[in-house]
């Protein structure tokens, strides 16, 4: 596995390593796992985005869209069932 180097200051590798402390790992596993979470959170971004755009594309072309009473009727249904779950 290839090594990659980064400078942290002082204060960020304290608290790194405070971090890593609190949950039983090696600032190793911290950083790795900050880094996983920061790509993966850019990952749906740009995948909300994706669908979004094509969404909105489809909404120009058609001029169509979901009537606002349907789409009210559909999202108290959805909040009744995770208020009852």
């Given at each position: 596995?290839?090594?990659?180097?980064?400078?942290?200051?002082?204060?960020?590798k304290a608290r790194i390593a405070e971090a890593a402390e609190r949950g039983g790992k090696?600032?190793?596993?911290?950083?790795?796992?900050?880094?996983?979470?920061?790509?993966?959170?850019?990952?749906?971004?740009?995948?909300?985005?994706?669908?979004?755009?094509?969404?909105?594309?489809?909404?120009?072309?058609?001029?169509?869209?979901?009537?606002?009473?349907?789409?009210?009727?559909?999202?108290?249904?959805?909040?009744?069932?995770?208020?009852?779950?």
């Amino acid at each position: 596995m290839p090594t990659t180097t980064i400078r942290i200051d002082d204060h960020l590798k304290a608290r790194i390593a405070e971090a890593a402390e609190r949950g039983g790992k090696t600032a190793h596993a911290v950083i790795l796992d900050a880094i996983a979470q920061t790509v993966e959170q850019d990952e749906w971004g740009d995948a909300f985005d994706r669908v979004a755009d094509e969404r909105w594309a489809r909404i120009v072309a058609t001029g169509t869209t979901v009537p606002w009473d349907d789409a009210k009727a559909w999202l108290d249904a959805s909040v009744a069932r995770r208020t009852t779950a």
